[in-house]
Structures are given as C-alpha cells and as structure tokens.
C-alpha cells in the first residue's frame, strides 16, 4: 500500500470513529472503513458538505477531545453561524509546514520581509502566515487589517520585499498611494502573493500594471475547513496552481455530484494527515479547470488552471448562467475603470433585472469623462453580444462603493428580498 493511501485509511478510520455524522452517513450505504481498499473505492464514500459541518455545531466534526484543541479559525459564514474548525498542536505544526511550502513555491526566501495584511482574528490568513514564515526565518511586518493609509505608512518606513493580501487590497493600496502621492513602483516589493478571492488574469495584469511588471503576482487558495491557505500554490511561472500533496483531490460533475473524467468539474478534497477536523471527500463548491500539463518549475502536481467560479457564484440571470468571474473578466477588459464594481440583481414585474455599477478612474482626461453616458451603451450592448443578457451599466465616481476589508462584496442580489 503506498504511503499517502495508507494515511488515507487511518483518516478514514478516525473519522469514522469519532464523526457520528459522517459514519451514520456511510452506514447508509452500507459502507465501513475497510471495504475501502483503493483510490478507486474512495468514489464509494459519501461526500462531506458544509451543511454536515454546520449541522453538528460546533464540535461535531472534531476528532479528539476537545482539550486537545490548542487553537480555533472560523470562516466568514456568508449565511448564518461562522464554521468554527480548531486545531492541535500536530495541526498546527502541519500547518506551518504547509505554508512554509506555499512561501517557497511563491518564491519567498528566509531573508524576505513580508508584510501581512490579513485579519490576525478568526479568519486563517493572519495566524497561518506568521507562522510558516517564522519558520522560514522571514521578518515579518503584522499591519493586518490596519487603514489603507496605515499600511502605505509602514511600507514606506520597513521596506517590505514581500505582500500578502487580497487582490482588491492590493488595488485599494495603490489608488490610495495615488491620491497620497507615493510612488509605488520604487518601493523594494518584489512579490505580491494574494489570496482570499479569486484572482482574475485580468486582475493580475491591473495589479502589475500599477505595482510595476517586474512584480511577481501569484495566488494561493485555502479554506477554513482544511487548516487555511496552501490547498492550491501557484509557483512564480504565473500559471495555475499547484494541488498540495498533503491533500487528495477529485473532481465531481456540479450537477450530478458524480466522479468525472473531464478536467473540469467541483473539486472535492479529502485531508490526509489533519488530526482534529479531517475531512472525507469534502465538497468544496469551487468550479475548477485542472491541468496536467508539465510546468517549468519542475513540480509535478496537477494545476489549478482556472478557477471558474464557485456553485454559490453562479448567478441566473434571466434563465442564463454565468459566473461573477466572467462578469469581472469582461469588465476589466476596459480601461476606464478602477477594480470596484458591484453586480446588483432585482425583479421588476417577476423580471430579472442586473444592473453593474462600476467606478471610473479619478486621473481620466476631461473629454474622455464627457463621453463616459456614450460608453455604457456601448457596454451595455458588447455585454449584451457576449452574454445575452440586458444590463444597466452605470459608469459611476471613484471611491462611491464603499472599500472591503475582507472579500470584496461583488453581487447584491435582492431579487429574493420583498421591497
Ligand atoms: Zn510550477
């Protein structure tokens, strides 16, 4: 039995152990620990969804006693409670490990100085982050969560090579530097590791475009429910991220929630070596595009090549699919606008009706600001072409949507909500 499929069964059989939910769940199908004898028989087990984990709240899912437990993360919980994971001491330890992985394939060495503008609160980013870079000897700059301002202040004064961050922080930081006149592009940055949303390739270009192209920007993706963030890592080639070998993946039809042969589909993954809060064939809701293709690094685990939205993104429109990432592709293909937009969804006569406010850049010369009211119907109508669907494009004043400190909020749909 090779090594990685053996931790596999001892997960499996703590969980089933430990996690009432998940074993009545296999006990349904008539399924115990060892009629799993394959990688092939793992489609056999039933999927983990976050309604099983919020279902036994908040402790269901642990599985050690819970003064094992040295440290709780909990996740946004965009609908109801926060999912609350905790952690050991070998989860932690896992966990530093995993980041210090992550910081190496984003190219991140132990002389760097990194600054960290994730929460240190509930949420992973912060906490994860300092402690896989303290392993990795990095200095590091904790402003967190500080003001925009705050944050320009310090990088200013310590001269960080390395930011952590959102991509829409990373944006909110280089207009405000506009506005307080600092020249971005000579500060010592050399990387921009974001994560938290989604980047975009359009999103990337902008961000090197106002960081300086010789700024390497990649993207990790994590979540809550599996220690934080070093799922996904992309390597300094800027072409996808590499899956992490301390995890399994597979990918299910969204629909059907079958296994598929197709590189596209919903990634589900399953922890091998997490000891309080493991995971069997976790569902993870992020649409996913899988490459194999050999990368000039000179790792070999399948990428992560397109994210292409996650099954609660998805938004119908007027009978029409379509993710927020495509929305924000065609969006930022223009040049007018800043990174702020917000998608908002209401009915009108049982109608659905979208309407994109998007903001426009401050420094646009005067006369292409006069021709703003012409270039929403332009927009409007190219919307129209690529994805069918009328819109309301209100071109709109810099720094009218108000700024996120997490994830950007994109979508408002109030479709569902009586007015
Ligand atoms: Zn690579």
């Avoid at 301390?246 to 042969?261: A, G, M, Q, R, V």
């Avoid at 903001?359 to 332009?378: A, F, G, R, S, T």
Wanted: aromatic share 10%.
């Amino acid at each position: 039995m090779d090594k990685k499929f053996e931790a596999f069964k001892l997960e499996l059989q703590k969980v089933y152990e430990n996690n009432k939910i998940y074993r009545q769940k296999m006990k349904d199908k008539n399924l115990t620990p060892e009629d799993i004898d394959s990688w092939n028989d793992i489609k056999k087990l039933p999927l983990t969804t976050k309604e099983d984990i919020l279902s036994s709240y908040p402790y269901g899912y642990n599985c050690v006693d819970q003064s094992k437990i040295k440290m709780y993360h909990a996740s946004s919980g965009t609908t109801g409670k926060p999912l609350i994971v905790g952690l050991s001491e070998n989860d932690m330890i896992l966990r530093q490990e995993i980041i210090k992985e992550d910081a190496i394939m984003a190219g991140i060495r132990k002389d760097d100085i990194v600054q960290i503008c994730y929460g240190f609160g509930m949420f992973t980013g912060g906490f994860s982050f300092y402690e896989g870079l303290k392993e990795l000897g990095c200095q590091i700059i904790p402003t967190g969560t500080m003001s925009t301002e705050m944050q320009l202040f310090y990088m200013q004064q310590l001269k960080p090579t390395v930011l952590l961050t959102s991509p829409s922080h990373a944006m909110h930081l280089s207009e405000k530097s506009k506005e307080l006149k600092i020249d971005i592009k000579t500060l010592p940055i050399r990387i921009i590791r974001v994560g938290s949303e989604l980047l975009t390739e359009a999103m990337r270009k902008k961000i090197k475009a106002s960081w300086g192209n010789k700024v390497s920007v990649t993207q990790d993706y994590g979540m809550t429910e599996t220690l934080g963030p070093g799922l996904g890592m992309e390597c300094s080639y800027e072409n996808g991220m590499h899956l992490n070998e301390h995890y399994y993946f597979e990918l299910i039809d969204p629909i059907t929630k079958e296994p598929t042969e197709k590189n596209v589909g919903e990634l589900v993954v399953t922890t091998l070596y997490t000891e309080c809060f493991p995971l069997i064939r976790y569902k993870t809701s992020d649409l996913v595009e899988i490459t194999t293709e050999k990368c000039p690094c000179g790792n070999s685990a399948p990428r992560i090549k397109k994210f292409l939205g996650r099954t609660d993104d998805m938004l119908k429109i007027k009978g029409v699919k379509v993710f927020v990432s495509q929305i924000e592709d065609f969006l930022f293909m223009h040049p007018y606008f800043t990174h702020q937009y917000e998608i908002v969804l209401t009915k009108e006569n049982y109608k659905d009706i979208l309407t994109i406010n998007i903001e426009y850049k401050e420094d646009l010369p005067k006369d292409i600001k006069k021709q703003l009211p012409n270039y929403e119907i332009e927009i409007e109508e190219e919307f129209k072409n690529r994805f069918g669907i009328t819109s309301q494009i209100n071109i709109i004043n810099n720094n009218t949507l108000p700024l996120s400190k997490g994830k950007a909020i994109r979508v408002r749909d109030l479709r569902k909500v009586k007015v």
